[in-house]
């Protein structure tokens, strides 16, 4: 028989992700991931989407999938239905439960291929940035909420070359005509 301990069940692979995913033809499919802090002990919660590279981060106290999937939805409920489309995150534990947060948010999940971390880019440059604020080791018991949505906005009001030098907060709110921190505040 196939090992199926610590394996996720009935998973969509990211070759099931729509063309519009892939190809960023639109805005609302959003790369997931965890960024951990010391001692494994707290975690952050990064969701970047792929075309305005807009990033939306959650302070959690640890890393477990119950923990995630409350943060997630938490983070997502105040955002408009058509402007979320499909999360593609890793294999980490943490999505176990993707399930609940699919039906919760009316989204699909799709899962990188092991080891494919380029598959789920964006999200991994992003949380490449969140570390020059909150390094390797950083105990994220000593942070608040306050301080991740501050790094945040910074980030969210960086310059990048890939959007011809707007902002990801300009980007998202030129292809959703929403206020991105109606949308952060209403969450």
């Known amino acids: 028989t196939e090992e199926t301990r610590g394996k996720i069940v009935n998973r969509k692979p990211i070759e099931e ?8 033809l639109e805005i609302g ?10 001692d494994k ?39 408009p239905l058509e402007k979320r489309k499909t999360f593609t995150c890793d294999n ?5 439960r993707f399930k609940e947060y ?7 999940n799709y899962f990188a291929n092991p080891y494919h971390s380029w598959e789920r880019g964006a999200n991994e440059n992003t949380n490449g940035l969140i570390r020059q ?3 390797k080791g950083t105990d994220f018991g000593n942070i608040t909420q ?17 959007l011809g030098y707007m902002t990801p907060k300009e980007k998202f709110k030129q292809l959703t005509n929403l206020d991105y921190n109606a949308v952060a505040l209403s969450a």
Do not use: W
């Open 29 to 38: 499919h959003y790369e997931l991931d965890t960024v951990i802090g010391k």
């Open 92 to 96: 980490g534990k943490e999505f176990s």
């Open 41 to 79: 002990k707290g975690a952050i919660l990064t969701c970047v989407d792929r075309v305005s590279r807009f990033l939306i981060a959650s302070l959690m106290p640890d890393r477990k999938a119950e923990t995630f999937t409350n943060a997630l939805i938490e983070d997502f409920k105040g955002m």
């Open 102 to 108: 699919e039906e919760a948010l009316g989204m699909n």
């Open 133 to 135: 604020y909150f390094p």
């Open 146 to 162: 306050e301080q991740v949505m501050r790094v945040q906005n910074i980030l969210n009001s960086r310059p990048r070359k890939r």
């Open 17 to 24: 992700r729509p063309t519009e995913a892939n190809e960023r």
